[in-house]
């Protein structure tokens, strides 16, 4: 799945209006609104420290909020255990016997909480363990634990699926196949809540965002109408390579936001229009006898939106 996947929401999984935390003079949580659809495979973005954790374990039951409303499946975030039996969720380290091994972990999870232990071979196979079920949880690469923790929040076939930086501290291998599994996760029904600060994993796989600073709120919708039409702004590169610096000082004396990236000047068109400043560039160079090989747009990321954002105070 992947941001431009299409999905027709229909009712609301999760919704808070005016939710915070304090803890005595720090506020880790601030007066935040969240609706969340159905359906969706729903980034929660934000950089360390700003929140992500906390709200989860608020709508976990885990902490309790110092202010604000909010439910989950039509249930009072008051009373977590109306709705929790229909959450899974993998919040910081899965906690797992290390002596034993993966399925017997499993299975003792389940046992626990009531739910059907022969689903665990399929969980398994899910998450890409079947081949590893029966060996010790300490042989587990960090990779395998992590999709050990989604398998067990995966137990009892939950409608929402809560995961906090399910691919922290990977290997680029293991973060790839980490998006691959969540991308899978989402079905016409499941609802996927997944936290990270790496913009561009969730750039891929997610197709609704809630972005967040500080605790609070700059934008939730779908991924497509946040970068759909965007340019972050152009490419350029002249013939010579003994002109890429002096057009790098033309281009900053005449007013605009240059970047060196890769060889090449990247020109930030920063709200304006892209044709504009296209021309200028343009201009520029040829009145200064340079050949440019390369004028061209450059798509908006995910994370380029996300810190205009922060920089320009939206909310």
Excluded at 109 to 118: E, K, L, P
Excluded at 151 to 175: F, K, Q, S
Excluded at 253 to 260: I, N
Aim: with cysteine; net charge negative.
């Amino acid at each position: 799945m992947t941001a431009t996947a299409t999905r027709t929401p229909t009712t609301t999984a999760l919704a808070v209006t005016g939710l915070s935390k304090r803890y005595g003079s720090r506020t880790a949580v601030d007066d935040l609104d969240i609706e969340l659809p159905a359906g969706v495979v729903a980034g929660f973005v934000g950089p360390n420290g700003a929140g992500k954790t906390t709200t989860m374990a608020m709508l976990l039951g885990l902490v309790r909020p110092t202010a604000g409303t909010g439910t989950v499946f039509g249930a009072s975030i008051a009373d977590p255990a109306a709705y929790l039996p229909r959450v899974g969720a993998l919040i910081e380290t899965p906690a797992f016997y290390p002596s034993l091994s993966g399925a017997e972990n499993l299975r003792m999870f389940a046992t626990v909480a009531g739910h059907d232990t022969s689903e665990i071979p399929t969980l398994l196979d899910q998450v890409g363990l079947g081949g590893r079920g029966d060996d010790r949880y300490r042989s587990y690469s960090l990779g395998m634990k992590q999709r050990l923790g989604i398998a067990a929040a995966l137990l009892g076939d939950p409608d929402l699926l809560i995961l906090d930086e399910p691919a922290n501290g990977l290997d680029p291998r293991g973060v790839r196949e980490m998006r691959s599994l969540i991308g899978g996760l989402a079905d016409h029904r499941r609802t996927v809540l997944v936290s990270s600060h790496d913009l561009s994993e969730l750039e891929q796989v997610c197709d609704w965002l809630v972005l967040i600073d500080a605790g609070r709120s700059l934008y939730q919708g779908p991924t497509r109408d946040l970068l759909d039409g965007a340019t972050a702004g152009l490419a350029v590169m002249t013939e010579r390579p003994d002109d890429h610096l002096a057009l790098f000082d033309l281009l900053v004396t005449g007013g605009h936001a240059v970047e060196p990236e890769d060889g090449r000047l990247v020109v930030r068109a920063d709200g304006s229009d892209i044709a504009e400043v296209a021309a200028a560039v343009n201009r520029t160079a040829f009145a200064a006898g340079m050949v440019l090989v390369e004028l061209s747009p450059q798509r908006t990321t995910l994370e380029d939106r996300y810190l205009s954002m922060v920089d320009g105070g939206t909310r």
